[in-house]
């Protein structure tokens, strides 16, 4: 079955604007969780969606935002971009909202790169 | 709060050469723990995890991992190193916070160079 999908795969935007990530889960998956990648902080949690709701939220400014559609696909959105926002942007799906069944499925990501 | 170390940033071995990463996680509850491989420009594929049971854990791509809780370690082996294992390798812990909502903590990884 198809993995996790994100789109698009690179983005370059100009500091200030704003962007919207996609991610398309694993078909059964409800689980959606985001994760934002550089080499100086590593990998960080953003947030994670379950059934539409957030159930968990990384220590993020608020200018990072997301949501969950009701067939688990999810997006995110960064408004007012800063260049520090330039990262690979990775999203991860599992089938239900626990830890303990097994481990998230990764996409490939979103490289974004603000200028 | 919950914390996962990898202490090598970079490790190179010799194709056929025997390979262990090392990974310490901090974390006062029952660790959920994982593996990941990172190639360049790609994301995280899983190699192997640990809920309970065994604590000698079988994986893909010939790897194995040894949870050690008295040493807070979850260490990762394999015996003989392929060319295509250089990549970059993370370590990570679940944690199941109050409010119900779950996340992955990762260490820094570890780049594995393979020379022939």
């Known amino acids: 079955k198809a993995g996790v999908t994100q789109t698009p795969r690179y983005l370059i935007k100009t500091r200030g604007q704003q962007v919207t990530l996609s991610c398309s889960p694993i078909?059964?998956?409800?689980?959606v969780s985001w994760y934002q990648q550089t080499p100086g902080q590593g990998l960080q949690f953003l947030f994670e969606?379950?059934?539409?709701?957030?159930?968990n939220k990384g220590n993020f400014p608020g200018r990072f935002s997301g949501r969950q559609f009701s067939n688990s696909r999810s997006e995110m959105n960064v408004s007012t971009l800063e260049l520090g926002d330039s990262a690979l942007y990775l999203c991860?799906?599992?089938?239900?909202?626990?830890?303990?069944?097994?481990?998230?499925?990764f996409g490939s990501g979103t490289r974004l790169t603000v200028v | 709060a919950q914390s996962v170390t990898q202490p090598d940033i970079h490790i190179t071995v010799s194709e056929g050469a025997s390979l262990e990463l090392r990974c310490n996680y901090s974390?006062?509850?029952?660790?959920?723990l994982f593996w990941y491989v990172q190639s360049p420009g790609q994301g995280l594929q899983l190699l192997l995890k640990?809920?309970?049971?065994?604590?000698l854990v079988q994986g893909i791509k010939g790897f194995e991992a040894e949870f050690k809780r008295s040493q807070s370690s979850f260490n990762l082996r394999k015996p003989s190193v392929h060319w295509s294992d250089a990549a970059e390798y993370f370590c990570?812990?679940?944690?199941?916070?109050?409010?119900?909502?779950?996340?992955?903590?990762f260490g820094t990884g570890t780049q594995l160079k393979v020379e022939l």
């Open positions: 990570a812990v679940g944690v199941r916070d109050t409010g119900g909502g779950n996340k992955l903590t």
């Open positions: 969606y379950f059934s539409e709701t957030q159930r």
């Open positions: 974390y006062g509850a029952t660790p959920y």
């Open positions: 078909s059964g998956h409800r689980s």
């Open positions: 640990y809920f309970s049971g065994d604590t």
């Open positions: 991860a799906s599992r089938t239900n909202g626990q830890v303990d069944n097994y481990g998230y499925t």
